[in-house]
C-alpha cells in the first residue's frame, strides 16, 4: 500500500489560512487522495477527496500536485473547531483506508 | 440524518468474559469496516464486509469476530477478551464505489480488566 507523510503537528491563527501539506511519493495512478480528521473524542470525519484535478467543498480546498505526489489540504480561514488531527490517506479504489499518524493541527485564538 | 451508531459507547469487562460491540448504519451502505485506535498507532483495520454475508480480515483480526446477517448491522465480537484488546474502537460505512466517503460511527471505549 502506498504511504503518506505528514508534518507531526502545525499550528495557525483563529481566521488565518492553513496549508496541511502530504507527500504520497508512491501513488499509483488508481489512488484517490482523501482527508479525514479527527476532532478530541470524536470519530474520524470526511473533510475533501480527489483524484487529479484540485476539488473544493463547504469545509476545504485540495491541491493536488500535477505529478499527483504530494497534495494540500487548505482551510481557508481557521476556527477554533478546526483544531483536529488531520490525515491523509491513499484510498486504492478498496475502500480500505490505511492511517497514519497524521498532523495535529491547533488554532490560537 | 444519516448516521452510523454504536453501543456501547463505554465498557469495562474482565478478561474471558464474551462481549460484543454492535454498529448500525441508516444510510444503506454496501461497505462497514472496525478499526481499533491506540496511541502512537493510529487505526488499523480488524475486519471489513463487502456486503451481506460477505467479511474478510483487516490488518489486526486476531481475538475478533464479526458477522453481517444485515445490510445495516456489523457487531464486533470479543468471544475471550484480553487486556491487550483496551482499545477505542471505531465502526465505518461506505457506499462501494471507490473514492467514496467513509462514515464512522462515535466510537466504543474498551477497558479489558
Known amino acids: 500500500d502506498a504511504k503518506t507523510t505528514q508534518p507531526n503537528s502545525m499550528e495557525s491563527n483563529e481566521e488565518e489560512p492553513v496549508h496541511l501539506p502530504c507527500n504520497h511519493s508512491t501513488i499509483s495512478g488508481t489512488d484517490y487522495i482523501h482527508w479525514y480528521r479527527q476532532l478530541p473524542s470524536q470519530g474520524p470525519e470526511y473533510v475533501i477527496h480527489g483524484l487529479t484535478s484540485n476539488v473544493n467543498n463547504r469545509m476545504a480546498s485540495l491541491a493536488i500536485a500535477e505529478d499527483r505526489k504530494s497534495s494540500t489540504l487548505i482551510l481557508h480561514r481557521a476556527t477554533l473547531r478546526d483544531a483536529a488531527v488531520y490525515y491523509c490517506i491513499l484510498d486504492g479504489n478498496t475502500d480500505k483506508l490505511i492511517f497514519g499518524t497524521g498532523t495535529r493541527l491547533q488554532v490560537f485564538p | 440524518e444519516a448516521q452510523v451508531t454504536q453501543n456501547p459507547r463505554y465498557l469495562i469487562t474482565v478478561t474471558g468474559k464474551k462481549l460484543t460491540v454492535t454498529c448500525s448504519q441508516n444510510?444503506?451502505?454496501?461497505?462497514m469496516s472496525w478499526y481499533r485506535q491506540d496511541p502512537g498507532l493510529g487505526l488499523r483495520q480488524i475486519y471489513y464486509?463487502?456486503?451481506?454475508?460477505?467479511?474478510d480480515k483487516g490488518d489486526v483480526p486476531e481475538g475478533y469476530k464479526v458477522s453481517r446477517k444485515e445490510k445495516r448491522n456489523f457487531p464486533l465480537i470479543l468471544e475471550s477478551p484480553s487486556p491487550n484488546q483496551t482499545s477505542l474502537y471505531f465502526c465505518?460505512?461506505?457506499?462501494?464505489?471507490?473514492?467514496?466517503?467513509?462514515?464512522f460511527g462515535p466510537g466504543t471505549r474498551l477497558t479489558v480488566l
Open positions: 444510510m444503506n451502505h454496501e461497505y
Open positions: 465505518a460505512s461506505s457506499s462501494w464505489e471507490g473514492g467514496n466517503e467513509q462514515f
Open positions: 464486509s463487502m456486503n451481506v454475508e460477505v467479511t
